[in-house]
């Protein structure tokens, strides 16, 4: 078990309490340690309204990690506020480094809530949010500089803070993503392999489904890129539920189209359909198309590590977190190493709210997922569908075909082609 010496208590307490004046309008507060309690005892710190009335009473108890430390700091805490005619509104028990926990006097039950150091300060104080920037641009620059990071003419104006974290805006919102791979493609056709009814479905209807990324076979899919940068760092819960509004489609390349490996992976075994797509050109969609790129955890790339070592550095220094700008839009470009033989080239749409989803259970994973619906019809989607191959071993497949060309011919799309698969030998 960890052992702090009392001066190294009083250190920590400290430090906490010069950080937390960092933040307080000094006109509208004061900070008071050993504050006394109406001959009740004293508590480790008050901060005081303008009026010299508790705001807040402040409990410091090391080793908080202990349940049982936890446990008797909150009672500790609330016997207080019963023995005071002058109740604070806010009490806060906390070990002054990872773990804050605040109770509002007002509310009805006796819970405390556990926070982050910003999100405590900008509780305390909401305007607070607003000095974020420039209390710690310097410690931000000065950092980008020891880390060989620096970007000529970075201002404040170029750094802000939203939902919790620092990101870099303008000119300077691609900085995280131009460390990693580019996942740009220059595909003209590209080819998903489906089974026979979901194919069958989607020309019908004139639309797919995209999936939430949270419910993909890979389960480090939803924050493979967040654990690289985040490296045995707390991660940031705003990115992480931000994901939930990530949906995606996989394809594959015109290489791979009426390909043997895939009729086997994807399309049932033969049994189903691969739909292929022309790539359009458009200047502005809210659908991003891209090859992924298969890094490997155990060889980091260099300027990745310094990301991490500046992402690490800015929380230990500002005790604010750093999150890439729109993270979700480009982190999903990218999969572990073992996926390679995928070739994926996947589409990407960030739904923010704009389309209604659906709560499914996935058949082939047994996972809980939500889906949205997206027409192939709207003016931004990237693809273009352009023919349907029947794999080998689909039922009835000169049937199929000959319905299927009938189907795209009434649904208006009577220029998408209708083909057999040319593997032949595969049962």
């Known amino acids: ?73 909150k009672k500790q805490l609330l016997d207080y506020l019963e023995q005071v005619k002058e109740k604070p509104t806010f009490s806060i028990l906390t070990d002054a ?4 926990y605040l109770y509002k006097t007002s509310q009805e039950e006796n819970q405390f809530k556990k926070l982050s150091f910003n999100q405590l300060v900008t509780t ?15 410690i931000i620059k000065n950092l980008l500089d020891e880390n060989k990071l620096n970007y000529p003419g970075l201002g404040k104006k170029d750094i ?31 080819c998903r ?90 200047k502005e969609s809210r659908f991003k198309l891209g090859k992924v790129s298969y890094l490997d955890r155990d060889l980091p790339i260099e300027s990745i590590e310094k990301i991490n070592t500046f992402f690490e550095q800015i929380l230990a220094k500002t005790k604010i977190p750093f999150a890439p700008y729109d993270f979700h839009s480009w982190a999903h470009f990218y999969k572990p190493l073992e996926y390679k033989i995928e070739k994926e080239i996947r589409l990407v749409f960030v739904n923010d709210g704009m389309k209604d989803k659906e709560w499914i259970l996935s058949e082939q994973f047994n996972i809980v997922n939500s889906s949205i619906d997206v027409s192939l ?7 273009e569908l352009c023919q349907v191959i029947l794999g080998s071993k689909c039922p ?3 049937v199929n075909k000959t319905q299927f060309e009938v189907l795209l011919e009434e649904s208006g799309m009577e220029e998408v082609k209708v083909k057999l698969s040319t593997i032949n030998s595969y049962r």
């Open 193 to 282: 392999y489906l089974s026979l009814e979901t194919a069958f479905k989607i020309i019908k209807n004139k639309s797919l489904k995209m999936n939430c990324i949270i419910g993909m076979n890979d389960s480090t899919e939803p924050d493979f890129i967040e654990s690289m940068l985040y490296d045995g760092m707390d991660k940031i819960p705003g990115l992480q539920r931000l994901a939930r509004n990530v949906y995606i489609m996989s394809c594959s390349s015109e290489k791979t189209i009426d390909n043997l490996t895939h009729w086997r992976l994807y399309g049932n075994d033969a049994k189903g359909v691969c739909l292929v797509f022309k790539v359009k050109k458009l």
């Open 396 to 398: 009835e497949r000169e």
């Open 160 to 190: 802000v803070y939203e939902n919790g974290a620092f990101s870099f805006v303008g000119e300077y919102k691609d900085f995280i993503a131009n460390r990693f791979p580019s996942f740009n493609t220059n595909e003209k056709i590209v």
């Open 124 to 138: 305390l104080f909401p305007e607070a949010e607003n000095l974020f920037v420039p209390k710690n641009y310097t």
């Open 97 to 100: 480094k990872k773990r804050f």
């Open 377 to 383: 019809m709207e003016d931004d989607f990237p693809l």
């Open 1 to 73: 078990m960890l052992k702090i010496k009392v001066h190294d208590e009083y250190k920590i307490r400290e430090d906490f309490f010069l950080e937390l004046k960092k933040y307080m309008n000094q006109k509208k507060f004061s900070l008071e340690q050993d504050f006394k309690i109406q001959n009740k005892g004293r508590i480790d710190c008050c901060i005081l309204d303008s009026r010299k009335k508790p705001y807040v009473f402040i409990e410091f108890k090391s080793l908080l990690n202990s349940s049982f430390a936890r446990k008797s700091g």
